[in-house]
């Protein structure tokens, strides 16, 4: 999987944060590497912890909370 976190306001606005790695939604909790970004986090490097609070089988619907941690210069 690949996702981007795009700040839109406030000290980090048009800073993007860039995560690669497997998601597999059906683990409750897993690890992907924070791989750089834009910006303020051009050489940004951390881990992001999802946790899958719901998921739908049927509809493939989930509800997934998010916590980044990066370390920036």
Not at 12 to 36: D, F, Q
Not at 46 to 67: C, I, P
Request: charge should be positive.
């Amino acid at each position: 999987m690949v996702m981007n976190f795009a700040f839109k306001t406030g000290k980090y606005n048009g800073s993007t944060i860039t995560i690669l790695g497997r998601n597999a939604v059906l683990t409750k909790v897993r690890e992907m590497p924070v791989i750089g970004g834009s910006g303020l986090f051009r050489f940004a490097r951390g881990y992001v912890e999802a946790r899958t609070m719901w998921f739908d089988l049927k509809s493939g619907d989930a509800t997934v909370e998010y916590s980044c941690y990066v370390l920036h210069y």
